[in-house]
């Protein structure tokens, strides 16, 4: 029993003060209107003008050999700007990046960072139009559009991810099928069709079965054609004759019985791909690592070549993925930040010691090509000739088809939240639930509702 | 001021702990209540919209369907993990039983395993044309079944998942439970002549009846928040037949949607509440 009249009021006063104190702190939380906030402020950046700049800079890559590979130029940058030191971290970048910038605390000056998740960050980028200005005509258009929001760029390219036909050049050319005849879609048609009559059990097409790689797969044809999910002011575009082709031909392959349901490179993936039933993968350039280490059975047999065009004369190549490297307006150097990235992508030295022979790549990088056409140069390569390609000229098929991407492919900022949609219904239609005029009117829809209207 | 210091005294050592949880737990609670109550992204000013994201999530679809993958995976979970646990922890009890010590290590051994490295053999295990589950279900000519790549299977994969994981942390309370019966009334009961099943169902159960119950609350949390299984092992498909309450959240926040994964949060702390409080309700009423 309380014998004290005072403590009720006593606690009342220590809650009251914890309310206070806790509402307090929320106010540290963002300013709230009651429409949208029309502040607009000037987040150009600007090359340093010092002659020798100075400085210390923090960049961000992921882990593994591609961090080894930009660890290993930081040597050759200090030799041009020997007074800006470089904090290289290795950093779960999808996993930090939003609660850094969102937080505002130990915010890097350059990030290594998805090209589909440029938009979504864009708020708290340096719009980098003015430092890439001297450049940007040399610039892959592709990955100028995939940086692009607004008037802004927001990226500074990296590497364009061209898509490939992978085939199987030793299984088909035992079937009597000659790939290299092949030109355009329906040409690929045929020749599964002539391979599936020679190896009844197999499914020579790959279709793939994850929602986020089919959806990126399905992105790749589309730059074919020089289009993409949204235009340029976010206006979804799925309803048009190209997605309709590219759906009616993936529905085709499913409905023929002529495609390979698997994940990319799972363990299905993988078997289907080392017994020969599985010979043709539309794929980015990143799948030459598959025969490189993970198809021991049938390495060396394999051969890469441009896509098939999707009518007579059409692009032979659209862009499947790719990175750039942003530069936060939080970072306290961003400007020594672009000279890092300057000296990477633009400088010979530079990205020469990405893609060219070095420690960690002994014959080359070979999983992309620079985004910078006097880098993609394919009369110059980078990187050598695969063993696992049967000793192919990877970098020539790769930079020719590169430069035949087409432009006007515009990566909006919700494109990863689409995947719930447009993926899905993508793999409803592979496993024969709905029809490609399904999946254009429920993922139009569902886009429209689920993700546009609540930007 | 003797009285002051006297009277402040207990508030003085609490303040700490007060500090660190306003800090910490009010403080957080309140910016996400607020936080939902508008569109923020992550930058700029939030705009106000009400009840906007609220009743977007209580009318859209998918919020329901999460909502609905994990009251399934509920079902197919804590039930047979139940069951299982008690049995299990009655004969780790048993005096009899030699190398207990090696059998509650064995136990408790999934539970301590990296999720990350038992997802990667559940995904090889559970391949559908070349995992060992479908080889050896096929010596008995059971057709291939695609136990990840089909939505009817995906959720029991996923739950078994789920009680490989964890079953093992629940024998270990409900055997700390199974210690605190005092060994005289098993005793009694078999001077009465009662069975191991009779004394299983007459005295095990009902005495560790709050231990059960602690364990189906602890589980019911977790399932309703369970996220790193489906993100490691589905990715929610396929057609998000795996999207739990926790990995639609996530999807949220991941998407720079804020303002809805905050609202999201607190739909699905009051549905776990309201979970709790009947399952205590429950507990009181036998009581």
């Known amino acids: 029993m309380n014998s004290n009249p005072k403590r009720p009021a006593l606690r009342l006063a220590a809650v009251g ?157 035992a079937a009597g099928v000659d790939a290299t005849t092949i030109e355009t879609y329906d040409d690929l048609l045929d020749a599964a069709r002539a391979y599936q009559e020679a190896v009844p059990e197999s499914h020579p097409i790959h279709l793939e079965q994850s929602p986020f790689l089919g959806q990126l797969q399905l992105e790749m044809y589309a730059s074919q054609l020089g289009t993409s999910i949204a235009d340029a002011d976010g206006e979804l575009r799925l309803d048009s004759p190209e997605y309709e082709q590219i759906l009616t031909f993936l529905d085709t392959v499913q409905s023929d019985g002529l495609g390979t349901r698997a994940e990319y490179l799972s363990p299905t993936d993988i078997a289907e791909l080392e017994n020969g039933n599985q010979v043709f993968y539309p794929w980015a350039i990143w799948f030459d690592f598959a025969p490189q280490q993970l198809l021991p059975e049938t390495s060396g047999d394999w051969r890469a070549m441009e896509l098939p065009a999707w009518e007579d004369g059409g692009a032979r190549s659209g862009a499947m993925g790719g990175s750039s490297f942003v530069l936060p307006k939080e970072g306290e150097n961003a400007d020594l930040a672009w000279l890092f990235y300057e000296f990477l992508m633009y400088d010979e030295a530079g990205y020469s010691a990405v893609w060219g022979i070095n420690d960690i790549y ?92 609540r930007q | 001021m003797a009285k002051f210091r006297r009277r402040s005294a207990p508030y003085l050592f609490v303040l700490p702990f007060l500090v660190i949880f306003v800090a910490f737990s009010v403080y957080p609670l309140i910016f996400t209540a607020r936080l939902s109550f508008t569109n923020w992204r992550g930058s700029g000013a939030a705009e106000w919209v009400g009840w906007g994201n609220y009743t977007y999530l209580l009318t859209s679809e998918a919020f329901w369907s999460s909502l609905g993958n994990s009251a399934v995976l509920w079902l197919l979970i804590v039930p047979i993990q139940i069951v299982l646990a008690v049995i299990v922890a009655v004969l780790l009890n048993s005096a009899k039983l030699k190398l207990r010590g090696l059998y509650r290590v064995a136990f408790i051994v999934p539970f301590v395993t990296p999720l990350v490295a038992v997802a990667q053999i559940w995904v090889v295990l559970f391949d559908q044309q070349y995992g060992a589950i479908n080889a050896f279900l096929g010596v008995f000519g059971i057709p291939d079944i695609g136990w990840l790549t089909t939505s009817a299977w995906a959720k029991p994969t996923l739950a078994l998942l789920f009680l490989w994981k964890t079953t093992g942390f629940i024998i270990i309370i409900l055997l700390s439970g199974l210690q605190s019966i005092d060994g005289s009334m098993y005793e009694a009961a078999e001077l009465d002549g009662a069975s191991k099943l009779r004394q299983l169902w007459s005295i095990t159960v009902p005495l560790l009846r709050r231990t059960i119950m602690f364990a189906v609350v602890l589980q019911t949390l977790a399932v309703f928040q369970m996220f790193a299984e489906p993100f490691v092992v589905t990715q929610g498909g396929p057609y998000n037949s795996t999207t739990t309450a926790g990995y639609y959240l996530y999807n949220h926040i991941t998407r720079g949607d804020l303002g809805t994964g905050a609202a999201n949060s607190f739909l699905l702390v009051i549905l776990v509440m309201v979970l709790s409080l009947f399952f205590v309700r429950m507990l009181r009423a036998k009581d």
């Open chain 1, 17 to 173: 003060v914890t309310a206070v104190a806790a509402l307090a702190l929320t106010a540290c939380g963002p300013d709230i209107t009651a429409g949208a906030d029309d502040e607009a402020t000037s987040d150009r950046l600007q090359a340093p003008s010092a002659d020798k700049p100075e400085g210390e800079i923090t960049i961000w890559d992921r882990s593994g050999d591609l961090y080894e590979v930009f660890d290993a130029v930081i040597d050759d940058f200090n030799k041009k700007y020997p007074d800006i030191k470089v904090n290289h971290e290795a950093v779960d970048i999808n996993a930090k990046l939003q609660n850094t910038l969102i937080t505002g605390t130990d915010v890097p000056d350059g990030v290594f960072l998805d090209d589909a998740l440029v938009g979504g960050f864009a708020d708290h980028l340096w719009d980098l139009t003015d430092v890439l200005a001297p450049y940007a005509d040399d610039i892959a258009p592709q990955k100028i559009d995939a940086t692009t929001v607004g008037d802004g760029i927001y990226g500074v390219p990296y590497d364009l991810n061209p898509g490939l036909l992978f085939y199987n050049a030793a299984a088909l050319e």
């Open chain 1, 362 to 453: 002994p014959t080359g990088l070979n999983t992309s090509i620079p985004a910078y056409l006097p880098a993609a140069d394919p009369a110059k390569p980078l990187f050598d000739p695969i063993e696992a390609l049967g000793g192919q000229d990877l970098w020539e098929v790769a930079t020719t088809a590169g430069a035949q991407i087409p432009s006007g492919t515009s990566i909006p900022s919700w494109w990863n939240g689409a995947v719930d949609y447009l993926g899905n219904d993508l793999q409803k239609m592979l496993d024969g639930d709905l029809t490609p005029a399904e999946v254009i009117s429920s993922s139009t829809d569902a886009i429209q509702t689920n993700l546009i209207d």
